[in-house]
Structures are given as structure tokens and as C-alpha cells.
């Protein structure tokens, strides 16, 4: 598992480690001069001490020169390998977590709006704050990884140009850790990315529930949230210390093997080899050091390879959002909508949301919208009306037939530039934390101060934003929390009509306001729509019984169409709901 999925992770994320990916190379090959001017400090003393068995007085006189120079210039090297690679690659794992954060931002922001249908908010937040945070340790640990394991084979190579059987002997050892790590490293993989997808699921919990904190105070839900929250970090305590007794299981017989059994074994069949004849003390000792070298190494090897792998289980989660494709994605050489008069024609569009292709929403749906004339789509919940809204901002595309503004298909032309042509009007118009005047600026960043004040006065909403302190500067409250819903809709107006797009897209504008609210925003919207093509979606007539043109909706299709005086003539539906709509 682990070979086939995490180095494909880490080659798709390296991809983007930008100038961090100069350091960790720099960073992980200068660890290795590191890891070959320690490992061959035995050597020095195999050298010294086959001196001093051979000639002591020579090596008392000058022998030991050039064993102490040697060893002199092995510290200096690896002393400034190291700090080097330490510090490039801390610095480098960094720059690569910057860059990937900032990369996978970019990438959800563009993804279509089916991914946000199907993710949490929240998961993805925890993957590109702590998964990122997770795999930065765990380069940092890999190249200590690397390091032992360089010094692991350097020093078998050393005890090799001593002695090749006693080289036998220590990979014999080698094999039985290298075994047994094979054995532990898929469960070690899976239960760490286990955590980590709870974590994450954890997590879309909360900002959820955080989200939705009103709805759960009016049922008295917040213990059934709280409930939730806790069962999933329960499940996470739960898995950690699972995972805590695996890595105990997989590394304290490792370490006993490697710290006891395998240096006695060393020993004995090298002091043997000594009594027959066949080895020299001095080789004796530096195989002994080389393999106390190398043992040390593994050691780290140990300790840090469950950590390693941990973070390479968050690696593959961050690999996979990369992966995902927008549903909805621009031609290579796609243009810019050219707007000339705002014309909308929906041609024979049938179309069903990603993954239920077996459900049709639309089905053969026509309809065209003059230039600067009001479209309104009444009809039954879930016949399809918002749908229609969402295809003309092309959040999707149609499955068959096609969305044109005039006369270019929404398909052959970039999301970017049909977002700029059309305006929306949600029921619940979302303002983000910050103040008025940068909310309203995300329709226009360049609009001065003077022109959103004409903004909100052509919204109806100047006549409450001047009694604040700050005007248009004043804060506002997370998601816009501290203002009305009427207030909020007609500062939505404004951004809209900073905007000043060819064409409109009202989707249940004005549904959740009581009458004086509605009365506000309505005037708003008259002047908002007036001279631009518009969609508008209501239940209330009020709100579409001037529009120029009256669509009913049914099952994916359109019905009767008409005015609202000639529908009231010609169709029963219309009439019915014309009758309840009073009624209400
Ligand atoms: N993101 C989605 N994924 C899957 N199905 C969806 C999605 N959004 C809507 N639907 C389904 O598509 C159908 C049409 O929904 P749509 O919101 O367009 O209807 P509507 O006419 O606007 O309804 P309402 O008046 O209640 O808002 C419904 O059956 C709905 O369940």
C-alpha cells in the first residue's frame, strides 16, 4: 500500500514545494557528506589502533599525526553538513508547506461547485492547516530518515572492507529489522491516515455545527451536536493511542534486537575470529564501531519512521484534493463573453446534478430571456428553478443542450467572464467578517468610496449605513450576523449594483422578509433590473408580477408561459398558485 500510494503523493506534491524543493535536494544530499564522515570515524581508529598493536613507540612518536588530522577533518565536515542540512532543510520544508497551502487555496477555490456540494467546509480546512503543518514534520523527520538509513548502508559497506563475512553477519541482523518493518509499516500507514481523516471529518463537524449555531439554540440541539463532536474526537483519542501501541510494538523488539542481540552476536564472532587469527583488534573495534554507528542510526531509523509515516498518510490527502478535477473547467484558449445585448437562451437543456445521472432535473428545457426584459420561473418546489439559475452562472454545465448569452455558448467562453455579466441575488446573501465597504468592494476592488455610497442609496440601504459611526467602514460581524435580513438583502443589492452586470439572477430575493422588508428591497430591485436581462426566481407574486415574461416550471420543463394577466387567463397552475399565494 504504502509503496503505491505515498511516493506518488509526495512526487504530486513536490511538484509544487516552488523554491523550498532547492533547499530539501541541497538540504537531503548534504546530509549524506554528513552521514559518510561519520560513519568512517572508526575507521580512523581502526587505522590508529593497527598502529599502535604493530609499532607503539613509532605511532608515540608521529604515527598518531595522521589519525588525529584525519579525525580533525572528519568532525570539521560533518559538523558543517550537518548544520547546513538541518537549516535548509527546516527552511525548504517550510517554504514547501507556504507554497502548498497556498497552492491547494487556489485549487479548491477553483474547483466547481459540485466538490463543495459533496466536501465539509471544515475537513478541508483541517487538511490544508494541519495535514500541511503534519507533512512539514515529517520532511524535516525524513531527512533524518535518510541520514540513518545512509549511514546504516555506509557503515555495512565499512564492516564489509574489513571483513565480508563479518559484512554477511550484520546484513544477516539487518535483514531480520528490515523484515519485520515490512511487516509493521502497512498497518502503521493505515492506521495514520485513519486519524487523519478523522480528524478531518471531526473537524467539518464543528465548523459545521459553529455554522449552524442559531439553528441548533431555536431546537435545543447543541447536546446532540456537542454529542457528535465528542464521539469524533473520542474516535480520534481512540485511534492515536492505537497507533502509540503499534509503534511500541513494531520498535521496542526492534530496538532490542538491534541494541542487544546483534552487537553480542558482533562481538563474539568477532572475538573469536580474533583468537583463531583471522581478524586483528583493530578490526575487531571498528566493525564493533561501525556497527555501533550503524545500529544507532537505525535507531532513528525507529523512532522516527512511524512519525515519517504518519505524515505521509496526510500527504496522500493533500495529494488526492490536488487530484480533483473542477467539473466545470475553461477551454485551453477559451475568450472572454463578449456581452453585446444580454440576450439568454436555454436551447433544449436537459441536465442532472454529477452523480445522479439516473435523476434529470432539466429535461428539454427552452426558454429565452429578451435583452433587458424579466424573465420570472414559478412553479412547484424542486421542479428545477434554481437549477436553471445555477446553469446560467455556469456553476454546471448542461448535460445536453446549451446556455447562450448572446448567441455564445456558456461552454466555449471562460467562467470568469460570464461571472462578470451576471449578477446574483441569493435568499440569504452572505457577508463576510471585515468591514461594508470590503465586502462591497468584492464586486468591484477599484470602486471609490463615493461610488458604493451611490450604491447602497440605489439599494435602499444608505438610510440605516449613515446612522452607523464608521459608514461604510464599519465592521461587520462575522457572516454578517448583526444585520437584519432585509438590511443584509439590500447590501447584497448594492454589491450587485456595484457590479453593475449586463445581466441579473434573483433566486429568492425577497422570500424570507416580511412585507415592510419586502417593500425595500422590492424598490431596490426595480432599479437593479431595470434595463438588464433578468432571471428572477420567487414564490411570492409580488415580486414577479410585473415581469415581462412568466415561466411554469414543472418537472425539468417549461409550461405554460405568459404574462401574469394572460396566465391568470390561460393556465390552471398558474392560476392555482396565483390562488394560494393570496391565500398566504
Ligand atoms: N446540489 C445538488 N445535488 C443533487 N441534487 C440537487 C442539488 N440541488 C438540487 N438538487 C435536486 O434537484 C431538483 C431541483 O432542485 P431546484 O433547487 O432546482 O428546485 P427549485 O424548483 O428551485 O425548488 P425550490 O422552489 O424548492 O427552491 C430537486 O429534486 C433537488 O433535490
Not at 255 to 262: E, I, K, M
Not at 326 to 337: E, I, M, R, S, T
Not at 455 to 463: F, I, K
Request: cysteine-free.
Amino acid at each position: 500500500m504504502l509503496a503505491r500510494h505515498s511516493p506518488r503523493a509526495l512526487r504530486t506534491l513536490f511538484a509544487h514545494a516552488g523554491d523550498g524543493g532547492r533547499l530539501l535536494v541541497g538540504g537531503y544530499a548534504l546530509i549524506l557528506v554528513d552521514a559518510v564522515a561519520q560513519s568512517l570515524t572508526p575507521a580512523v581508529f581502526r587505522v590508529a589502533l593497527n598502529r599502535i598493536q604493530h609499532d607503539p613507540h613509532q605511532f608515540v612518536r608521529s604515527g598518531w599525526q595522521g589519525p588525529v588530522v584525519a579525525a580533525a577533518a572528519m568532525a570539521a565536515t560533518f559538523l558543517t553538513a550537518a548544520y547546513l542540512a538541518h537549516t535548509w532543510t527546516r527552511r525548504g520544508a517550510a517554504r514547501w508547506a507556504t507554497n502548498l497551502r497556498r497552492t491547494l487555496y487556489e485549487h479548491v477555490q477553483r474547483l466547481s461547485m459540485d466538490f463543495f456540494h459533496r466536501s465539509r467546509v471544515g475537513d478541508i480546512a483541517a487538511l490544508i492547516n494541519q495535514d500541511i503543518e503534519r507533512l512539514e514534520l515529517a520532511v524535516w523527520q525524513g531527512m533524518v530518515l535518510w541520514w540513518a538509513v545512509a549511514l546504516l548502508v555506509i557503515s555495512v559497506g565499512l564492516i564489509a572492507w574489513v571483513d565480508l563475512w563479518m559484512a554477511l553477519l550484520a546484513l544477516g541482523l539487518l535483514a531480520v529489522a528490515v523484515v519485520w518493518t515490512l511487516l509493521v509499516l502497512p498497518r502503521l500507514r493505515r492506521r495514520g491516515r485513519d486519524i487523519r481523516d478523522e480528524l478531518g471529518r471531526t473537524s467539518g463537524t464543528l465548523a459545521e455545527m459553529l455554522g449552524v449555531n442559531a439553528l441548533l439554540k431555536a431546537f435545543n440541539a447543541e447536546d446532540d451536536a456537542l454529542g457528535q463532536v465528542r464521539r469524533g474526537t473520542e474516535r480520534v483519542r481512540a485511534g492515536s493511542e492505537a497507533l502509540a501501541r503499534l509503534q511500541h510494538r513494531y520498535a521496542d523488539p526492534l530496538g532490542f534486537h538491534l541494541a542487544f542481540v546483534a552487537p553480542f552476536l558482533l562481538l563474539f564472532i568477532g572475538s573469536w575470529r580474533t583468537a583463531s587469527g583471522t581478524l586483528s583488534i583493530g578490526d575487531v573495534v571498528a566493525i564493533w564501531g561501525f556497527w555501533l554507528r550503524g545500529s544507532s542510526a537505525l535507531t532513528q531509523v525507529i523512532t522516527t519512521l512511524p512519525e515519517v509515516i504518519t505524515g505521509l498518510a496526510a500527504s496522500e490527502r493533500a495529494a488526492e484534493l490536488l487530484e480533483e478535477r473542477p467539473a466545470v473547467a475553461d477551454g485551453p484558449h477559451a475568450p472572454a463573453l463578449a456581452v453585446t445585448d444580454g440576450r439568454v437562451a436555454f436551447e433544449h437543456v436537459s441536465f442532472a446534478y454529477p452523480g445522479r445521472a439516473s435523476r434529470p432535473v432539466l429535461d428539454g428545457f427552452d426558454l429565452t430571456i429578451r435583452p433587458g426584459q424579466t424573465t420570472a420561473l414559478v412553479g412547484p418546489s424542486g421542479a428545477g428553478k434554481s437549477t436553471v439559475a445555477q446553469l446560467l452562472l455556469r456553476f454546471f454545465d448542461p448535460v445536453d443542450g446549451r446556455v447562450t448569452i448572446d448567441g455564445h455558448d456558456l461552454r466555449d467562453v471562460t467562467q470568469a467572464s460570464v461571472r462578470a455579466a451576471v449578477g446574483v441575488v441569493f435568499q440569504d446573501s452572505v457577508l463576510l467578517s471585515g468591514s461594508l465597504a470590503r465586502n462591497l468592494r468584492l464586486a468591484r476592488p477599484t470602486a471609490t468610496d463615493e461610488e458604493i455610497e451611490h450604491a447602497l442609496h440605489e439599494a435602499n440601504a444608505w438610510e440605516f449605513v449613515r446612522t452607523w459611526d464608521d459608514g461604510i467602514h464599519t465592521e461587520l460581524g462575522e457572516r454578517g450576523v448583526t444585520l437584519s435580513g432585509g438590511q443584509r438583502q439590500r447590501l447584497a443589492i448594492a454589491r450587485v449594483m456595484l457590479k453593475d452586470p449586463a445581466i441579473v439572477v434573483l433566486d429568492e430575493a425577497t422570500s424570507a422578509l416580511d412585507a415592510a422588508s419586502e417593500r425595500l428591497v422590492l424598490g431596490a430591485l426595480d432599479r437593479l433590473l431595470a434595463g438588464r436581462t433578468s432571471l428572477v426566481i420567487a414564490h411570492r407574486v409580488t415580486t414577479i408580477r410585473d415581469a415581462d415574461q412568466i415561466v411554469v416550471v414543472e418537472r425539468g420543463r417549461v409550461g405554460d408561459i405568459g404574462t401574469h394577466a394572460s396566465l391568470l387567463q390561460s393556465s390552471a397552475t398558474y392560476r392555482s398558485y396565483y390562488r394560494e399565494q393570496a391565500v398566504a
